[in-house]
């Protein structure tokens, strides 16, 4: 234990002067603030965009402790240049393709302004009954643009409807959470002597070898055992190896209770066969959960729609509109078709949070979620969707698939690369015609160069580049600026 | 299923006419925002703080689907007042004294706009190094405003640290899902024969029956008993009961695992005696995690910073600046005592997400949470501490304790009310001298006036009122107004 003196004086709050920032002055450092904003973003691609920053830089270029009296905002100000920007990855750099893209834009950061502005807390209706409506509303307009089952609209009556998660992560563990705590139900209910660990013993959920970390993670949090099924050689989970497996595991005396299939994986943007796999799921009384965090944006274009045949089988489905449908980040839209299965798991209805209308015509989001408090996030939603319109976002949509096709030829034209999966969307999955080590050093003097930013993957042992069209600037001669530092990059390592 | 033939027409992109807003515009439009941000702060008194409209209302405002086309902002702007304003709950107003108080200011929103433009997605350090080093650096600056034990802090080189999290709620569950990680392998180490649902089977966890509902909602997610312990007649947890109920619990075959200790709880900011039970949970092996959501922004005065005595025997503990201390929701900080009891709980190590930098001078903070992705919180908490300054921040807790205590002599003044517990921070519970069945008339009166807004709770059969101290802007006269309603109103109800 310590004590820093400095800020353990009694003062009387009288002596304290205060330099607080007050709306007059807010009004210019708004200002200052948006000019800053465009002028980062139109200035992006002079910016490397991944810095060169080693771990511990930043504790060198401010003070050890907070000040004990308030700084004017100049000295805060000219301390974004100094201290952040050289360790920003810019993600929203035309010359950034790591990852997935992370959407951004201008209608999306008003929308958070505002909510920020307001910042109800909207865990129940009564907290904020604009927050929780103007959601259930956002959530109804996605579902139709993506011709969602009617079941999953919350206007339709009956028992669905949808919520806007902070990431896909935890809409897959509320999926997960959702199933156990019904199953579990279930089976006691026809054993009751068993307890819930007896039951959890006996619990596996599924996926696919090429699903994102955070379903073996969610499996992890809810305890359960999570088995992942190889996939056919185009990355995705058939019904064969599903069958196969539930029936083997149901002779272990196991109980298959929750399946995550993915619609655009984040290794090779592979996508499970929904049509195949979810009357499977249905018969054995198996939550499938649909993570699409990155493709589902592209199914607002009719001619990518296909790719969620088959989700009228799912319990439970989830995209990111904060990844390629401008939305700035967090929102994380997920359906559910029985809300009561979700809020089952998680409902608690203490005093202090009852309200006269709960139970009603209108959700309490708190059941649906994690955690208890949520920000009033279907404005960005409310303000992106009207601003671009539906066709205003398919463009978006249409462009970075193109730009990707774009770049496939140039990979296929050079007899050193391959493609290492069919390109469908914005990512394209290529590498060297060589050993792991060759294309592990390629990506390495790739991301030491600066000048383009890249992440891999591995798929059963190959070691391979992800090239993936991120920023909404990025336009034809980014994507060949890209290829020529690649090749560049490949002349020197093979010399 | 329905086909929406609007948005599915195959149009060449050419075609499309797209109004979205341009940098150009957004300079203008932001501006307008910044306005309207000032104009809605600085006139909210003008508004009533909880909204008189019935669930199902916004529907009726708006268009039952998104447009094909995108709309010019002058059409969305106008709809702020007139679908969105009728239903928002006024958390700002300084006549909301319901819940706890949600901050806000403008240094932090300031922080947003810029979290916003930047939109790094910081799972790891390398997806965006500043976005990690400024958080691990803005904690242990608030480690050390609190005078917290030196092993929370990361810049000391233990395993300790600092991270911002959404909610509370995802404290606590973090707290308690790394709690059960780490006793299980304990036990099967132990006992290698025993199955993890076996060893569920013995787990316990306990909170006192004041403690907020989020905690027995982690033991409902993390699928281990909670057992609520009984508190002394000032809402504390005590030794001797926590004692007891350990041997009893030890002599079922029960195993003591974690225990969520609360410094201000919701329904009438009681405090855990920490120096009593800290050291019975240390000697048990039990992880001590401590929720101090809303008091812990108090403990910056010297005055108040006795409230954490007995905080070095924590494992975690956790404060929500986005409460009391000026930072807008959502910013949630928790320390951890060893980050690898943490992470040891959640790692999961992708190719993708891998980094040349991991696991060396900086954390990956994707390991210390429930979701992935992240915002770049720690923006708007640098702005906050410069900008007010640790002495601007004390003198905004103790203009709101004293309003409390202007309230509660009020209170005291009048023969027909009893204050329910003492009086230590921004919180006043308060109740007729007279039944349970009289106390709610009375709230739904204050509620369904709409000059002030309250929440009730219940504590051992008792119904009460909670008089918060919300807004930065409430004043004497508001308490004193809020008094003038309360007694008129209690008046009608008693004629």
């Not at 009954?129 to 339709?156: G, R």
Request: charged share 20%.
């Amino acid at each position: 234990m310590y004590m820093f003196s400095s800020y353990m004086k009694l003062l009387p709050s009288s002596c304290i002067l205060s330099t607080n920032m007050d709306s007059k002055e807010f009004r210019i450092r708004g200002q200052e603030m948006v000019n800053y904003i465009v002028d980062y973003l139109e200035n992006i691609r002079e910016r490397m965009p991944m810095p060169n920053v080693v771990p511990g830089f930043l504790k060198e270029l401010i003070p050890d402790e907070a000040p004990l009296e308030g700084e004017s905002w100049q000295e805060i100000q000219k301390d974004i240049e100094r201290v952040i920007m050289p360790g920003v990855t810019h993600w929203n750099s035309p010359h950034f393709h790591a990852y997935f893209p992370t959407a951004n834009s201008y209608p999306a950061i008003l929308g958070d302004m505002l909510s920020d502005a307001i910042s109800c807390i909207g865990f129940t209706w009564a907290s904020g009954p604009s927050c929780t409506e103007l959601e259930v509303s956002m959530m109804d307009w996605l579902a139709k643009i993506l011709q969602l089952p009617k079941h999953f609209l919350f206007s339709e009556q009956g028992k669905g409807g949808g919520i806007i998660q902070g990431t896909a992560s935890e809409a897959t563990l509320v999926a997960l959470l959702s199933a156990r705590t019904n199953v579990i139900k279930t089976v006691k209910a026809d054993n009751p002597d068993l307890t819930t660990g007896q039951i959890l013993d006996k619990l596996i959920a599924y996926t696919s070898e090429e699903s994102h970390s955070s379903v073996e993670r969610a499996g992890l949090i809810g305890l359960v055992q999570m088995r992942t099924l190889p996939t056919d050689d185009r990355g995705s989970l058939r019904i064969d190896i599903l069958e196969e497996t539930i029936a083997q595991d149901q002779q272990k005396g196991l109980i298959p209770f929750f399946l995550c299939a993915t619609i655009g994986t984040t290794s090779t943007c592979s996508f499970d066969n929904l049509s195949e796999i979810g009357p499977i799921c249905n018969h054995h009384d198996i939550w499938l959960h649909v993570d699409a965090a990155y493709a589902g944006s592209a199914c607002i274009c009719p001619e990518f729609r296909y790719l969620l045949d088959g989700i009228e089988h799912a319990m439970s489905f989830n995209f990111n509109p904060h990844k390629w449908l401008q939305v700035t980040f967090d929102c994380s839209a997920m359906w559910i078709k029985d809300r009561d299965l979700v809020s089952g798991a998680f409902e608690m209805n203490p005093v202090y949070l009852k309200h006269e209308n709960q139970g009603h015509a209108m959700p309490d989001y708190r059941h649906w979620q994690i955690p208890l408090g949520r920000r009033f996030r279907s404005l960005k939603l409310w303000f992106v969707l009207r601003s671009y319109g539906v066709s205003g976002l398919q463009k978006q949509i249409r462009k970075d698939v193109q730009l990707a096709h774009q770049f496939e030829a140039l990979v296929r034209d050079d007899p050193k690369f391959e493609i290492v999966r069919e390109v469908t969307l914005g990512l394209v999955c290529f590498r060297l015609k060589a050993s792991n080590e060759a294309n592990e050093m390629l990506l390495k003097k790739i991301n030491d160069d600066h000048r383009i930013h890249l992440v891999p993957s591995k798929i059963k042992d190959k070691f391979f580049l992800r090239f993936a069209v991120c920023a909404t600037s990025t336009q034809p001669s980014d994507v060949g600026f890209a290829w020529s530092v690649i090749q560049e990059l490949t002349h020197s390592l093979i010399q």
